[in-house]
């Protein structure tokens, strides 16, 4: 029997509103750790005998929930038929045709206006954290990167950073690193004493093409001049003609774990009110097999996570590398479950490991493992990325949106600025991709790996779902800001003065454009002057591949603005009929009806 109340709300029904979860992996978590969150708050509140309380019931409208309704039709707002409760809240991994009549209209969605195409793409990413966008950061670092379509793309790649080598030449590099034996080792985070160890060199010209919009261990391929003619062949590459691809730095040295090559998938978010946040918990994935570098690439013997083959019985080595030694991902080592280290849990926030006297090695399930160390570079490189791709995801305030973004950064580490000892060296993480959103569900499983997850989630929905929901915030969280735009104020703006999200999602895309083509053209321009024997400065040459700073960024140029958006469209320009003969163009000229100007 429902409980009686004599407040002014004991006759009425309680107010109904909706949440929308998309994706069966998204709905089993999200949904569940939203109704035991407005659970507790509403328990809360309830016992606040200050407050007058009117119990909110909150409906389940997932495709995959027993509760849930039929989509309502109506493209004009947020209400709803057959008795449908409003939707409040959105959660979709990626935008959906079904839903797209209600995004603009809730209170709380998962995605920032043009959010994916930017914050997802190794292509725009590559754009957006060139190696000289340190901006005076020391704890910055980043990893210099190209961009090129197929396998013609790549020659002019390869052959400008001098990948395509001769056999002398390859020859000569071989003799110039095997001049002395010389016994190296590795850092690694379970041995504190490794940080002591001379390092190997780094390897010449070492990089890692990816496919820019492939997820998990596809498409991604490690080349050094020994096997760089394996992808310059355009009919036998593996790479796709026009396809995109990025060639990233190999990050030198690589910090190991246990002797294996590892990279830490973080937890971020990005809001629209321009914040961004790490926490503090993460996980580290490994490799299956021991990380060893063999130089020496003229052995006929496999070794050193690089295999060597053999074609039609001739003496032809094609030397290509283990992906179970370079590639970290879960989903291309958990096959083996002998070697397989599982999902290691990370703590950001603990000092460790190399700061740390020792390090309690039963981490793997048993206890986080603390990199705190690693924690200042990393934020440095989100807080990096919120800024410069601010201009390109604006305009989400209306439906108070947000991306949650799964980072993966390479652990290794750089000498001490001016210190003579050169054994001394800072830890950094190198950002190698992002996913926007990333699973949400665990590799393995296990109790810890599903608990990680919870909490992350957790502290997502407490942070920016609920109280953009009306519900009161929790002040202890285990996201830390790590960046806040400049001059930014937590003033309410005026609602009707917001932009429609869906429309601020074109504005972005259009803007997006004119950056890429811009940079695209210096990238080449800087290039043609390094080939042409002009000198460059330092910010404009072509490794550096451009970035221009925040500031450029958010400076919005109507003109410039105006006539590329002029320039997309045939009635504006008659460069669609200019190799027309007079006759053929003055019938094939388009015409353009105008009402008072409007229309522009």
């Known amino acids: 029997m429902p409980r009686q109340s004599n407040d002014a709300h004991s006759n009425t029904a309680s107010p109904r509103r909706g949440y929308r979860v998309t994706g069966r992996a998204a709905h089993l978590r999200i949904a ?23 119990q909110t019931r909150w409906i389940d ?4 929930a027993n509760t849930a309704a039929t989509p309502s039709n109506n493209t004009n707002d947020n209400t709803t038929d057959n008795n449908e409760p409003e939707i409040s809240f959105l959660w979709e991994n990626a935008p959906r045709y079904e839903t797209k009549s209600i995004r603009d209209a809730v209170q709380v ?12 793409d190794k292509w725009a990413l590559a754009r957006l954290m060139p190696s000289n966008c340190n901006d005076n950061d020391e704890a910055l670092a980043t990893l210099e990167s190209h961009c090129f379509r197929g396998s013609e793309g790549f020659v002019t790649f390869a052959k400008r950073v001098g990948l395509l080598l001769s056999t002398d030449e390859h020859n000569a590099a071989n003799n110039d690193e095997h001049a002395e034996a010389v016994q190296y080792q590795f850092q690694d985070l379970m041995q504190h004493n490794s940080q002591q160890q001379q390092l190997p060199p780094p390897p010449n010209n070492l990089w890692v093409i990816k496919d820019a919009m492939s997820n998990g261990a596809g498409g991604i391929w490690v080349v050094d001049p020994y096997n760089a003619h394996e992808f310059t062949d355009e009919q ?3 790479l796709h003609p026009q396809h995109r691809y990025i060639a990233q730095e190999y990050a030198w040295p690589p910090t190991l774990y246990k002797q294996r090559k590892c990279h830490v998938r973080v937890y971020g978010l990005l809001t629209s009110d321009g914040r961004a946040y790490v ?10 097999e021991i990380f060893e570098y063999d130089y020496d690439s003229s052995s006929s013997s496999a070794s050193d996570g690089i295999e060597t083959q053999e074609q039609d019985g001739a003496n032809k080595g094609s030397v290509r590398f283990e992906p179970s030694v370079h590639i970290t991902n879960c989903c291309a080592n958990s096959h083996d479950e002998d070697k397989f280290s599982g999902e290691i849990c990370v703590e950001l926030d603990k000092p460790g490991p190399f700061s740390t006297p020792s390090i309690d090695s039963s981490s793997d399930g048993g206890g986080d493992l603390p990199l705190g160390d690693y924690f200042p570079s990393i934020a440095a490189s ?13 305009g989400g305030q209306a439906n108070n949106g947000f991306e949650y973004l799964g980072l993966d950064f390479v652990l290794s580490s750089v000498p001490e600025e001016g210190d003579g000892n050169s054994t001394r060296r800072k830890p950094v993480a190198y950002l190698l991709e992002v996913n926007a959103p990333p699973s949400q569900d665990t590799a393995t499983g296990l109790p810890h790996a599903e608990e990680l997850h919870d909490e992350v989630i957790s502290d997502l929905l407490r942070l920016w779902v609920l109280p953009n929901l009306g519900t009161k915030s929790v002040s202890e969280n285990g996201f830390k800001c790590v960046y806040s735009p400049k001059g930014s104020s937590v003033d309410v703006e005026d609602p009707s003065n917001l932009i429609v999200p869906s429309k601020a999602a074109i504005l972005n895309k259009i803007r997006w454009a004119m950056f890429e083509r811009r940079t695209s053209k210096m990238y080449e321009s800087s290039w043609r002057k390094e080939e042409a024997g002009v000198a460059c400065s330092e910010s404009d040459h072509p490794k550096s591949h451009k970035c221009e700073s925040a500031k450029e960024n958010s400076i919005f140029d109507a003109d410039s603005f105006v006539s590329f958006v002029r320039s997309q469209f045939p009635y504006f320009s008659d460069s669609t009929i200019t190799s027309l003969p007079s006759a053929e163009a003055s019938l094939g000229r388009n015409i353009f009806l105008e009402s008072g100007g409007g229309a522009q």
Do not use: C, M, W
Request: proline share 3%; aromatic share 8%; glycine share 2%.
């Open 61 to 64: 409208t997932s495709p995959y």
């Open 279 to 288: 926490h503090k918990r993460a996980f580290l994935h490994v490799a299956n």
């Open 32 to 54: 569940r750790l939203f109704q035991t969150l407005l659970l507790h708050e509403e328990a809360t509140a309830a016992d606040d005998h200050t407050t007058q309380h009117e």
């Open 382 to 394: 989100v807080a990096a990325l919120a800024e410069k791709s601010a201009a390109y995801v604006q």
């Open 109 to 120: 969605y998962s995605h920032l206006p043009n959010g994916i195409n930017v914050l997802d």
């Open 236 to 238: 036998q590459s593996i």
